[in-house]
């Protein structure tokens, strides 16, 4: 049979954490990070969402590009890959509502 006995504070006790408070920098620091992540969070919700419309005149504006030799196949392939993955999710999310 193994008995323990502890004593004493936690290192984490409610004294570090008002030490910690009593700094205006970490509530400044804090304050600063939340107004950050909430302006990031406001842009991003409302960047516009291209329509599947657009998203098809992009495709034949790229497929006539490559036709006529100004870009290459490499690059050709990877963003027609890319704006079919972009309208295959955008025709999801309104089937979807």
């Given at each position: 049979v193994l008995q323990l006995s502890l004593r004493g504070q936690h290192p984490k006790s409610a004294k570090m954490w008002?030490?910690?408070?009593?700094?205006?920098?970490?509530?400044?620091?804090?304050?600063?990070?939340?107004?950050?992540?909430?302006?990031a969070w406001l842009w991003v919700r409302n960047m516009p969402v291209p329509s599947p419309e657009q998203i098809l005149e992009?495709?034949?504006?790229?497929?006539?590009?490559?036709?006529?030799?100004?870009?290459?196949?490499?690059?050709?392939?990877?963003?027609?890959?890319?704006?079919?993955?972009?309208?295959?999710?955008l025709l999801r999310r309104r089937s979807k509502q």
């Open positions: 008002e030490a910690l408070l009593r700094d205006d920098s970490l509530l400044f620091g804090l304050a600063s990070l939340t107004i950050a992540v909430g302006a992009k495709i034949v504006s790229l497929d006539l590009s490559y036709e006529s030799g100004r870009i290459s196949k490499a690059v050709y392939t990877k963003l027609r890959s890319d704006l079919k993955g972009q309208l295959k999710f």
